[in-house]
């Protein structure tokens, strides 16, 4: 079910009293993407407008929307996806853009106000970024105010939503801080870590989203919206290494370390791509706090109350927190809170997991194949290399684990939360699949999980996933010290599982 943060809002009515048309643009970007859910929650009539609509099939509504595809600069393409729209959620950049991305950004602002204004929209919704009051901008925050400038003289009421780092699992700037805390015990920093900066919850992003729909048309302006507390960037690392039960972070701040170099360095040890690491530190240089919170006055408070950093950091850590890693990677039809990673979020967005996958085809029949599945471990053993998880086992006992000491309570069958060696047993399904959770000393989380399913060709497929997410900078390196082993261990247990017919897949 979708989390949804914006049910007690009023809703946008068109002039046959059904709820409004509206045309989202960026759908395919991480806020754009939430946002769309959001509005179907409400029962809107949305339209997406996106470059190449193949990039929407793992997209849960895909199939709720009507999806216009062409290029932003295109005026045709504009013409197409703006004809009789009520109210248009502008969510365009250009950040990725090798060069000249400025000049580009004011193109996209400037077609798309004069396009909107040609059809009678009744109101855009733009989502930029909170500027600093001084001159002195880099050129992504100049950009965002530009184009905020730009769409509010189109002749169309626009609603310029003005926001720093928002905290969710997938947004460039929560990930480059989750990166660098849980990589780096002791770090050299740039100065700019003790500038003030006011985060908020992607969740109440959504909702000023939401909530601005229905704002009267005579309000033409800029809005900050914040969370309700403001810290220095090192002081938002700290916290975030509390949240995630990782030590305190040494950080020592340097003034020698420029953005040039900073960028580059974040790009080394993150997986946000370097250009858009440049031109997000080059705004930090900056205090990025809110100015007022006259956006209030207009879309109320949730019930609960704003977000504060500890939940909204907590809340993007669910997902793993919670050991849903099927649903996570897989499950595209059973989307989790905005703030959690979703399966169509970038491939560096939403923390680390390491995966080690092995697929075979055999020619026994599922039931067949489910029942070795299920008599995995014990003194049924592992594959041909059971030594090596029983030398496992040794050096889990040597540092205080359980070892392989607790075996199987029956020899042929399972339940769903019993021991089995060092393993818990998450999830069984039968005959689809058995999921274990790793319970023996390791820097991180670990599942082994196996599905066997009949393919067209009337084979069974047998599918062994080992998922391994790191704690801390040691936990990245386990699984690089251990990685030689997999070869060993990974493949000879699903050969076992798939049985003497066993072919890779």
Same mark, same amino acid.
């Given at each position: 079910?979708?989390?949804?943060?914006?049910?007690?809002?009023?809703?946008?009515?068109?002039?046959?009293?059904?709820?409004?048309?509206?045309?989202?643009?960026?759908?395919?970007?991480?806020?754009?993407?939430?946002?769309?859910?959001?509005?179907?929650?409400?029962?809107?009539?949305?339209?997406?407008?996106?470059?190449?609509?193949? *990039?929407? @099939?793992?997209?849960?509504? +895909? &199939?709720?929307?009507?999806?216009?595809? %062409?290029? =932003? !600069?295109?005026?045709?393409?504009?013409?197409?996806?703006?004809?009789?729209?009520?109210?248009?959620?502008?969510?365009?950049?250009?950040?990725?853009?090798?060069?000249?991305?400025?000049?580009?950004?004011?193109?996209?602002?400037?077609?798309?106000?004069?396009?909107?204004?040609?059809?009678?929209?009744?109101?855009?919704?733009?989502?930029?970024?909170?500027?600093?009051?001084?001159?002195?901008?880099?050129?992504?925050?100049?950009?965002?105010?530009?184009?905020?400038?730009?769409?509010?003289?189109?002749?169309?009421?626009?609603?310029?939503?003005?926001?720093?780092?928002?905290?969710?699992?997938?947004?460039?700037?929560?990930?480059?801080?989750?990166?660098?805390?849980?990589?780096?015990?002791?770090?050299?920093?740039?100065?700019?870590?003790?500038? *003030?900066? @006011?985060?908020?919850?992607? +969740? &109440?992003?959504?909702?000023?989203?939401? %909530?601005? =729909? !229905?704002?009267?048309?005579?309000?033409?302006?800029?809005?900050?919206?914040?969370?309700?507390?403001?810290?220095?960037?090192?002081?938002?690392?700290?916290?975030?290494?509390?949240?995630?039960?990782?030590?305190?972070?040494?950080?020592?701040?340097?003034?020698?370390?420029?953005?040039?170099?900073?960028?580059?360095?974040?790009?080394?040890?993150?997986?946000?791509?370097?250009?858009?690491?440049?031109?997000?530190?080059?705004?930090?240089?900056?205090?990025?706090?809110?100015?007022?919170?006259?956006?209030?006055?207009?879309?109320?408070?949730?019930?609960?109350?704003?977000?504060?950093?500890?939940?909204?950091?907590?809340?993007?850590?669910?997902?793993?927190?919670?050991?849903?890693?099927?649903?996570?990677?897989?499950?595209?039809?059973?989307?989790?809170?905005?703030?959690?990673?979703?399966?169509? &979020?970038?491939?560096?967005?939403?923390?680390?997991?390491?995966?080690?996958?092995?697929?075979?085809?055999?020619?026994?029949?599922?039931?067949?194949?489910?029942?070795?599945?299920?008599?995995?471990?014990?003194?049924?053993?592992?594959?041909?290399?059971?030594?090596?998880?029983?030398?496992?086992?040794?050096?889990?006992?040597?540092?205080?684990?359980?070892?392989?000491?607790?075996?199987?309570?029956?020899?042929?069958?399972?339940?769903?939360?019993?021991?089995?060696?060092?393993?818990?047993?998450?999830?069984?399904?039968?005959?689809?699949?058995?999921?274990?959770?790793?319970?023996?000393?390791?820097?991180?989380?670990?599942?082994?999980?196996?599905?066997?399913?009949?393919?067209?060709?009337?084979?069974?497929?047998?599918?062994?996933?080992?998922?391994?997410?790191?704690?801390?900078?040691?936990?990245?390196?386990?699984?690089?010290?251990?990685?030689?082993?997999?070869?060993?261990?990974?493949?000879?247990?699903?050969?076992?599982?798939?049985?003497?017919?066993?072919?890779?897949?």
């Amino acid at each position: 079910m979708i989390e949804t943060v914006t049910q007690d809002l009023a809703v946008l009515r068109s002039s046959d009293g059904l709820p409004a048309r509206v045309l989202v643009t960026g759908a395919t970007g991480y806020v754009g993407g939430r946002l769309v859910r959001e509005l179907l929650s409400h029962d809107y009539r949305v339209r997406v407008l996106v470059r190449d609509a193949k *990039r929407l @099939q793992d997209y849960p509504w +895909r &199939d709720q929307v009507e999806i216009v595809e %062409g290029d =932003a !600069t295109d005026l045709g393409a504009l013409e197409k996806a703006l004809h009789n729209i009520d109210l248009a959620y502008y969510m365009l950049h250009a950040l990725m853009a090798p060069k000249n991305f400025e000049e580009l950004e004011e193109e996209l602002a400037r077609k798309f106000g004069q396009i909107a204004k040609a059809n009678d929209v009744k109101r855009i919704v733009y989502l930029g970024g909170i500027a600093s009051p001084d001159d002195n901008l880099s050129p992504h925050m100049s950009a965002r105010a530009k184009t905020g400038e730009i769409l509010r003289s189109s002749g169309v009421p626009t609603i310029e939503l003005r926001a720093g780092v928002v905290i969710g699992a997938g947004s460039a700037s929560f990930e480059m801080l989750r990166h660098l805390t849980e990589r780096l015990p002791i770090m050299v920093t740039p100065k700019w870590l003790k500038n *003030r900066i @006011q985060p908020i919850a992607i +969740r &109440d992003v959504l909702r000023y989203l939401v %909530g601005s =729909a !229905t704002i009267d048309s005579s309000v033409n302006k800029d809005f900050d919206i914040g969370g309700p507390e403001v810290f220095t960037y090192m002081e938002m690392m700290q916290i975030y290494a509390s949240v995630a039960g990782l030590r305190k972070r040494i950080i020592i701040p340097l003034p020698v370390l420029t953005p040039k170099l900073a960028s580059g360095w974040i790009g080394l040890v993150t997986p946000v791509p370097v250009t858009l690491a440049k031109r997000l530190v080059a705004s930090l240089k900056h205090e990025v706090v809110a100015r007022n919170d006259d956006i209030r006055k207009y879309v109320p408070d949730h019930p609960e109350g704003m977000t504060d950093f500890r939940k909204a950091v907590s809340l993007a850590l669910t997902r793993i927190k919670d050991l849903e890693v099927e649903t996570r990677w897989s499950s595209a039809q059973t989307p989790g809170t905005h703030s959690q990673p979703l399966p169509t &979020d970038p491939d560096w967005a939403g923390g680390s997991l390491y995966i080690d996958e092995r697929k075979y085809l055999s020619d026994d029949d599922v039931q067949t194949v489910w029942q070795r599945v299920e008599a995995i471990g014990g003194d049924n053993g592992y594959s041909t290399a059971t030594w090596a998880w029983e030398l496992r086992g040794v050096m889990d006992r040597m540092v205080g684990g359980v070892g392989l000491r607790r075996g199987r309570r029956d020899p042929l069958s399972l339940r769903e939360g019993e021991a089995l060696d060092f393993w818990r047993v998450e999830e069984i399904r039968r005959p689809e699949l058995l999921r274990l959770r790793a319970e023996m000393k390791l820097p991180g989380l670990a599942w082994l999980e196996f599905k066997v399913e009949r393919v067209p060709t009337g084979k069974t497929l047998v599918t062994q996933r080992a998922l391994y997410h790191p704690r801390g900078l040691f936990g990245h390196l386990y699984w690089w010290l251990v990685l030689p082993m997999h070869g060993i261990v990974f493949p000879s247990m699903a050969k076992k599982m798939a049985g003497k017919s066993a072919k890779k897949a």
